[in-house]
């Protein structure tokens, strides 16, 4: 079963506005991860967030976490044509099982 | 630095063929290895994972098998494919020392699409 769960499925936007996507876990975690798709290539990894941590940024991302709701929100602020892709949160529950939730699908058009 | 590399990117089997997919990680020693599978538009499934040579986690029963003949190598395969098999497969790759900070990020291969017909 998937540990993580991304909404929304699917957010198309233009280019200047924010993205914003949430994901939701079930079990304790020591940290929460989000990673970018483009179509056809593999994951990358952007941004790690610890279970002591609430907020984080990097550049344009800002990631929240809240453990008492077991969810992590990943927002994008002024969205670029070429922050298009899938993006995902993973979790480890277990010891080195990184378990990936089905996926936000952003477009950003010009 | 690290570098994954993965092969072959594309091919197209027919169903009952054998399936051998390879992943090489360089630039690091005693990796943790991944090999997940990604069906169309959905998230990723993951199949196996390595902590050291020979020792292979196989997380869903199914038509596939995974070994680790070498330290940096992980293959993935099959005797016989089945329609079911098409899809997306990832090999991934993260640190295995826990002191180590990348032991908690994973760094994917550029992915291998597998069309069984």
């Known amino acids: 079963s998937q540990q993580g769960e991304e909404d929304p499925q699917a957010l198309s936007i233009q280019e200047g506005e924010n993205a914003t996507m949430n994901c939701s876990y079930k079990t304790s975690i020591n940290n929460l991860q989000w990673y970018r798709q483009n179509s056809g290539r593999g994951l990358v990894h952007l941004i790690l967030?610890?279970?002591?941590?609430r907020e984080k940024h990097s550049g344009r991302l800002r990631v929240t976490l809240d453990t008492s709701k077991k969810s992590s929100s990943l927002l994008i602020t002024a969205s670029r044509a070429a922050d298009t892709a899938s993006y995902f949160c993973?979790?480890?529950?277990?010891?080195?099982?990184?378990?990936f939730g089905a996926g936000t699908q952003v477009v950003v058009t010009p | 630095s690290q570098t994954i590399h993965q092969w072959p990117a594309t091919l197209v089997q027919p169903v009952g063929s054998p399936l051998s997919l390879e992943c090489t990680v360089e630039?690091?020693?005693?990796?943790?290895l991944y090999w997940y599978r990604q069906a169309a538009g959905r998230g990723l499934q993951l199949l196996f994972y390595?902590?050291?040579?020979?020792?292979i986690s196989s997380e869903v029963p199914q038509n596939l098998s995974a070994s680790r003949p070498q330290d940096r190598q992980f293959i993935l395969s099959s005797k016989k494919l089945l329609l079911s098999d098409s899809g997306f497969y990832l090999c991934?790759?993260?640190?295995?020392?826990?002191?180590?900070?990348?032991?908690?990020?994973?760094?994917f291969g550029a992915g291998s699409r597998l069309t069984v017909l």
């Open positions: 630039g690091t020693s005693n990796p943790n």
């Open positions: 993973a979790t480890a529950p277990g010891w080195g099982k990184f378990q």
């Open positions: 991934a790759w993260r640190a295995g020392s826990v002191a180590n900070s990348g032991a908690n990020v994973l760094t």
């Open positions: 390595s902590v050291g040579i020979g020792q």
């Open positions: 967030i610890r279970s002591n941590e």
